[in-house]
């Protein structure tokens, strides 16, 4: 079934959060702006200008990750391959944080016995290491986040040699903007926007390039203030599960967003599940093809150590890996669609052009006929292109029918499109 979110409508579901472990349910529908711009500030040197490529706990281990299954993903990220495709950051989502003492220092809890040392043994393997944290008093899974120790925190990142935090809303809602600005719903994204401000400054204030990852899912048009809070990327939706129709949900409301990414800036429609649940093959590379042309982070999640070959050619595939890090750093457009079928594309710094057709229909077993209108895409006449997932060189002629299977992509890129 195909579903296209509302980027548009103007309340938001703001009861949807809780300080549980449960993810907040996805904005269905967009906040009123903030009427207040957000402070400007000097933005952060940005520490990468492609998005952001490695692996993040959540996704797989969720709240049981422990400093052994870190540095597990560690050695894995480099004994698969993956460090040498890209995959740089290894990142400590949820779960980690213990208890603050009466100077407000935050200590790791028993998972975590020591973080400096754990953050050593990331950088030893060439590799750099994110940590997680919100503006409230709890994050998402219940455990203490920054408000009112943001500079504490960001120093205390900053001496363990973090490079990467992924900063969640959770409980700010109900610590802050509920409390000082009851039903006042503009107020209430001031007070939102201003958080963030306040850790991006912490931040830079510690003189460490540390990517600045926003969760927010998508509220208040995040894309539109977030690099003016130093963030480098920002979640555009709720969480992503393993699932098919998450998958392609999360990817259709990317369509729009485009003229918000630029190198250091990033749309975030969250971490891959590529390799998670029961996606099909066809949709493990559909995701990771849509992630790719959107210039998504890709932040892999899945169980590094039990990784099935086939999971580790998709997420180490070279030409999909260098659509996403494209150096012009712009995101797919969603060119037409027509019965379930998208067709997007993706200019490329040396003049190229990707192409991504997508069959979203919902028959597993069936194929959909369809003819590829060049013109629709700028295009003139037959274009020699490669074929991304087979290796092999195809030509695309016009109204040429392509056959795919459900959930299952074509993705090509024309070296010199005419
Ligand atoms: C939220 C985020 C997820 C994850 C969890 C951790 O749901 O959106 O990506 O970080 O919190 O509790």
């Not at 950088?123 to 994110?130: A, F, N, Q």
């Not at 590379?285 to 982070?297: G, I, K, Q, V």
């Amino acid at each position: 079934m195909r579903v296209f979110a509302s980027l548009s409508v103007a309340i938001l579901a703001l009861a949807s959060l809780s300080t549980s472990a449960q993810p907040p349910a996805p904005p269905q529908m967009q906040a009123p702006k903030a009427q207040l711009a957000a402070p400007q500030v000097p933005q952060l040197a940005p520490p990468q200008v492609v998005p952001p490529m490695g692996w993040n706990s959540w996704n797989f281990f969720a709240e049981r990750v422990t400093d052994k299954d870190i540095r597990d993903a560690a050695d894995h990220l480099v004994a698969t391959g993956m460090k040498d495709a890209g995959y740089t950051y290894i990142n400590i989502d949820d779960t980690w944080e213990g208890e603050r003492d009466v100077t407000g220092v935050l200590h790791t809890n028993s998972k975590f016995p020591d973080m400096k040392a754990l953050a050593d043994y990331v950088h030893s393997k060439g590799l750099k290491i994110g940590i997680y944290s919100g503006p409230g008093n709890k994050t998402c899974g219940g455990y203490a986040a920054s408000l009112g120790h943001e500079e504490q925190d960001a120093k205390m990142y900053a001496g363990w040699g973090i490079d990467y935090l992924k900063y969640d809303l959770c409980s700010f809602r109900v610590d802050v903007m509920d409390k000082q600005a009851p039903n006042d719903k503009a107020a209430q994204m001031r007070l939102m926007v201003a958080a963030y401000d306040k850790m991006g400054k912490a931040l830079q204030t510690t003189g460490r390039p540390i990517v600045y990852s926003l969760c927010q899912y998508g509220w208040d048009a995040v894309w539109e203030w977030a690099p003016s809070v130093g963030g480098n990327l920002w979640r555009t939706t709720g969480d992503v599960q393993a699932n098919w129709e998450s998958i392609y949900n999360i990817a259709s409301q990317q369509a729009g967003l485009e003229k918000y990414a630029s190198p250091g800036h990033w749309n975030d429609p969250d971490m891959l599940e590529v390799g998670n649940g029961k996606l099909s093959l066809a949709e493990n590379r559909t995701h990771f093809s849509l992630w790719a042309m959107l210039a998504a982070p890709l932040l892999a999640g899945n169980d590094l150590p039990n990784m099935k070959p086939e999971i580790r050619a998709i997420l180490t595939n070279r030409d999909v890996i260098a659509i996403d890090q494209d150096r012009l750093g712009k995101q797919a457009s969603r060119i037409y669609s027509e019965g379930e079928v998208d067709v997007w594309t993706r200019p490329l710094a040396d003049g190229a052009l990707a192409v991504a057709v997508v069959n979203a229909g919902s028959d597993r077993y069936s194929t959909h006929p369809f003819h590829l209108d060049l013109a629709k895409l700028g295009l003139h006449g037959p274009q020699t292109a490669k074929d991304l997932w087979t290796g092999k060189p195809v030509t695309l002629a016009d109204n040429q029918p392509i056959e795919l299977a459900s959930h299952d992509v074509l993705l090509v890129r024309i070296a010199s499109p005419r």
